[in-house]
Each structure stands twice: as structure tokens, then as C-alpha cells.
């Protein structure tokens, strides 16, 4: 029987406030090969996503709570290095949730065998995976951007964001974005946003109003919010007729106390006919085939690039990987590369067009 | 050249505050024969409304200003006199806009000839009227009420409010409705809401509660709001997956003047991912003739039950009928009888299973 050495993330303790380093611990262990219907997994790139802190602590929102003593879970792209099942043979490139960890034993049936495997594997996770998703659905089905269309994007250098600005220029859109560094606004120029502005300049309301102004825009269609709060008073203030809001989080509110008053201009969804509508992506996972199709073409003709900050580190830098996404220091999709070498999968991403906007050196 | 006098309120002054008697005059007329293109029409019973307020200060919000010196406009019933325009012959029953009048002189191009005149001329402003299609747009193309949906309205008394309880009921939908007395709850319970509640009794929040409780009810499928402000926030709190809310006017801002802060909990409408709505009628014109057959049948067959406050006084009483209904103190659609004798309109209303929930004297 081979095996091979690996490390894995072990959730020790629930954190009722910030998660420390005494919550978790990075266990040595020794893999085996596959069982029948498993595979052996070695992973190139993790995912670090701001849900995971209620799994972490025990909350129950979107999802279970992580066990204790057991390792964690994460998304994670990796290459099939043992097969014991024959519907995901040796080589394939998958996507699992056997994340926090470098040599994974999955369910064969847990595994999506990714077609694409062209694409650079963070892409899988960004564009490709539930951030991508999650601004397609938001942009085809809730919001129903068409050309001529005048979009505002809040959070628009994110995972979400920054997918959505760059989907509403390809349908032909006027696209307004807010972020919240210069750095961030340089990013979601880059990507085709017609306007841009840092949040911290003044109130959204007037930083809005000008960026409408610069783009010839009297009225916004769309707002695409990722917000909530202060950005979403300042759209609805200025929707045209037949506006469509769409609501994809309110990261406004996730980190206060105490719920926040709600925007005092919601007659104007009255007076402008329009229609709020929130979503998740749990509600149209039948979107799926038409999206990768769609998207794996985009980000191949470098139509959409995918955004990413790459934690570096390794395994062992991943638990601060996630603290430093939690801070909100990350552009784009957080991601931390599991691989010896990070360099050979930055040359893929570059080479299929990504964007990685920042490293973040994450050592324990 | 035939003449009938007649009298109709004129427009002096466009009050700021609180309309007064000192802004309008009652002016003695004679009416001459229709020329040609023209009817005339002996009114039978007008409609006062809420938006009248905005028409008579000159704000522009939903409509043009009365001009001043000329007589106001309304929606009313008539029977044409005189005709000169062989699209609308002498006897027929018409709606028309030249209301605030006892004979009106119109064109007969802006009459509509109501083909359902068997109802009572009230009907025709109330649950056939704008009221009536407000709340059939609400229920069939916004809120899409389903049978088995667990609904509430706000305002459930009101002209709108008292017919989306019974097309819901209609619907097969379970029914809790709030309202602002004692006797305007009794009156939605006698419509067939399966709870009712006076919104002076507690919190809505509360009151709610205890409404879902007695009809066994976890949740709301659909909201239809025609106050917003504590409703609008009580009614989020507990919707279930994917409601509907369907914003038809927001009673709790529009006597405010500063803007009220909205419902702190919007961001259930993310993990609800429930759908919030504006309308106006006039998107959904196209709707009419579909919903004047089946509220017709409705009505004929007691299925829906018309409700009025009757102001008496006649044109004379016009303008204080205008007033009381501005102050509230009217349940259902507020209208006035033009003609000398209400009795004999009351008899046909409750011939047609309409409900005369009160009578207001109005005299000047």
C-alpha cells in the first residue's frame, strides 16, 4: 500500500470572537491509497471564504458547523493521484470540499471532474467556481442585465464584484463600480468599469452622483449590492423606472452588533416600479452547465480575467490566510496555493489572463 | 339648445398646509348640449382619493396640478344625457375624469363606456376602479398569490386592501390582515380574513405573531404593503423562502417630513431570497380587460363584495367628503353621490352584495 505524508488543519476550539491560532492545529499525518469509490487527491489551490467563520464557530447560517477534532473543510482544486473508482481516473484535474489540507481521500462521488482543466486552477475557484457563479446568476437572472443598461457595483474588486463588472461590460452595460482602496479602484478600472470611486472619499451618495455624471448617466437600472447600508440608500435614490436591485450580501451588517436602520427611501421602489430581489445560489444550481460553458470561453479569450490574491505559505500559512481574508486585506478571490512551487501555478494564471492583484506573504 | 344647471367645484387657491374651504368655490352653471364629438353626462357618484391632495398643492408626483379658476377633475360615474358622438349613445352608464360636478359636457373620447352595468355605480369606482385593479395587479402579477400562500396586508380596510383580502381568499391563500379600529378589523374578518388585528393593539411585530399563531401559520408567502415604515419591517421579520412583497404605497411616510428610516432587516431578503416589489397601474394597463371580466363575475356572484364610505350632501358635501376621506375617516373606497336621491344607489349596492360600511354627513 502507498501512502504519502501530508498536513492538515484540525479545529481544536469554537472562537466566539476572533478566531486565534489556539483554535486550530496543523496535524502531521501519513495518506493511504484510496479505498474502492475513493480517490487520493493531491491539492494545488484552497479556498478561503468569509462563511467559513460561522462553520468555525459553531453558527448556523448557510452552513453545518466544521466538527471538532476533525480536519476542516474548504473548496479546493487538485489533481487525482490514485483512483479507485472508475468514473474519476488517476490525472483528472477535480474540484472537492476535502480542503485544509495537502493529500486528500475523497469520495469519488464528492469529486467534480472539471472539464475545463485548461484554466489556471484558481480560476476554478474565482470565475469559474461560486464567486463567478454567484455574480452570473445575479446578472442573468435576478438583475437581467442588457445592453444600454447603467450598472452600479458595490464591493466591485471582490470575488463577486469584480466578475459582475466585468459580465455587465460583455452585455453591452454602462458599469459604475465602489471599492474600498485606490489600489482597488485602479483594479476595477482595469477591468472595464466605466466609473470608479473609494468608498472612503466622501458620502456614496455624492461620490455616486459624480461618477454618474462622468459616464452621462442620469439613472441607475441596476445595483448590484454586496453591501447593503450606505450604498444601498444612495442607489435606490437614484434608480430609473423598472430598476432591479440585486441582493447578493450586506457585508455592512455581517461585523455590527446591532441590526443598522434600513434605507429611508424605499417609496422609490413604488414611485420607479422596482424590484429588490435577493438570491442564493443554492436556488439555481440548474444555471450550472450553461454557466461554465459560457464563462470557461470568457476567461480563454481573456474576455473575463480572473481576480485573485494568493496567500502564500503553503498549508502551513493557511490558517492565516484566512484570518487576513477575514480582515478584509485580499482583492478578489482569496486563495491559498497548497503546491510546492506557487511560482508554476502564477505562470498558468498569467498565462490564461488572471489578475493577481496582490501576494500576501501568511507565515505562522 | 337644451340646458341643465348645474353646479361644480372650481379651484381659487393652492393650499400649503391642510386644504380649507376658502381654496375652492362651488360655482352655479348652466350646461348646454354636448357639440359635436361630445357627450353630456349626469353624474351619479364621484371618487375622492388621496393623490386629489397632491393635484389641488400643485407637487408633481403622479399626476399634472389642477389648474387654478377651472373646475377639479375626478373619476366619476355618469349617465350620458345628450350625445353627440355615436360611440357613446345617450343612456349609456360611462366613466370619465370630469367629476367635482353635477352634469359634465366630455368628450367622448375620454368616456369609457362601462359594459358591465348591471353592478352598482360605486363598484365602478371601487373593486371594478383603480382600487379594485391595484389590487388584482398586486395580487396576480406582482405578489403571484398561489393557493396554499400564507398572505398579509396592511391597511386591509381600505379600498385596495379590503379587495386583495378577498382575491386572495379567492386565491385559496390563508388571510391575516391589520387595520387602524376595532370596527375596520371586524369588517376584514367579514370579508374572510382567516385573523385580523388593530395595529393600535401593540406592536405589528407582535400582533403579527400572535395572528400567524391563530391560523397556524410559520411564516409569510406574501406581503402586500400599503403603509411600509413598522409593518413593512414586522412583515420581513418572518417571511418564508422566496415571498413575495408587493409595495403599493407607503401611508406611514407621506404625512412625514422628514424620511423615515427603513426596516433594519433587509438582509433577510437574501437568505429568504424573497422578492420585493413596486407598482404603479399604469404598467399594467394591459391587464384590464382580463381583470374587469373576472371581477365582474366576482361581484355578480357575491364573491367579492364591494366596501364604501358613502359621503352624503351631495356636490354640495363634495369638498368636505374630500376632507374627511384626507383625515381617515373613511373604510373601503370613499365616494359621494351626485345625484338627488343615495337611497336609491344604496339599494342598488346592496342589491349587488356591496358593503356600506358607513355613511359620513357632509355638509358644509
Redesign the interface.
Known amino acids: 500500500m502507498s501512502t504519502v505524508p501530508s498536513r492538515q488543519w484540525v479545529l481544536r476550539s469554537r472562537p466566539s470572537g476572533r478566531p486565534s491560532a489556539s483554535d486550530v492545529e496543523l496535524v502531521d499525518i501519513v495518506v493511504g491509497s484510496p479505498e474502492p469509490g475513493f480517490v487520493r487527491v493531491e491539492n494545488l489551490v484552497m479556498s478561503v471564504e468569509p462563511y467559513m467563520r460561522g462553520r468555525i464557530g459553531g453558527e448556523v ?1 448557510y452552513a453545518e458547523p466544521y466538527p471538532l477534532d476533525e480536519p476542516m473543510l474548504a473548496p479546493v482544486i487538485g489533481r487525482v493521484t490514485d483512483s479507485a473508482d472508475e468514473s474519476v481516473p488517476a490525472g483528472s484535474l477535480v474540484k472537492h470540499e476535502y480542503g485544509w489540507r495537502e493529500h486528500s481521500l475523497v469520495p469519488a462521488g464528492e469529486c467534480t471532474v472539471l472539464a475545463h482543466d485548461d484554466l489556471a486552477p484558481a480560476d476554478h475557484l474565482g470565475p469559474m467556481g461560486i464567486p463567478g457563479m454567484t455574480a452570473w446568476v445575479g446578472c442573468e437572472r435576478i438583475a437581467r442585465i442588457e445592453a444600454g443598461d447603467v450598472v452600479f457595483v458595490s464591493s466591485a474588486a471582490g470575488a463577486v464584484g469584480s466578475t459582475v463588472v466585468q459580465i455587465a461590460k460583455l452585455r453591452g452595460a454602462t458599469v459604475i463600480g465602489s471599492a474600498g482602496s485606490a489600489e482597488k479602484v485602479a483594479l476595477v478600472r482595469e477591468l472595464g468599469a466605466d466609473a470608479a470611486f473609494d468608498y472612503h472619499d466622501g458620502s456614496v451618495k455624492d461620490l455616486l452622483r459624480v461618477a454618474m455624471a462622468k459616464v452621462g448617466a442620469t439613472g441607475l437600472d441596476v445595483y448590484f449590492d454586496n453591501v ?1 447600508g450606505e450604498h ?2 444612495a442607489a435606490i435614490r437614484v434608480i430609473n423606472d ?1 430598476a432591479r436591485i440585486a ?4 457585508i455592512s ?1 455581517y461585523n455590527s452588533a446591532t ?22 445560489l443554492r ?1 439555481h444550481l440548474d444555471a450550472r452547465e450553461e454557466f461554465e460553458e459560457r464563462m470557461a470561453e470568457w476567461l480563454r479569450i481573456g474576455a473575463v480575467r480572473g481576480v485573485h490574491t494568493e496567500f502564500r505559505g503553503g498549508v502551513e500559512g493557511a490558517w492565516d490566510a484566512f484570518l487576513g481574508m477575514l480582515d478584509g486585506t485580499a482583492t478578489g478571490k482569496a486563495v491559498v496555493p497548497l503546491t510546492a512551487d506557487p511560482a508554476d501555478q502564477d505562470r498558468k494564471t498569467r498565462e490564461s489572463g488572471g489578475i493577481i492583484s496582490s501576494y500576501k506573504e501568511a507565515t505562522r
Do not use: S, T, Y
Open positions: 447560517n447593503g444601498l440608500e423598472h441582493l447578493c450580501g450586506m451588517i441590526p443598522q436602520p434600513g434605507p429611508n427611501n424605499l417609496i422609490k421602489l413604488v414611485w420607479r416600479r422596482a424590484r429588490m430581489e435577493g438570491f442564493l436556488d
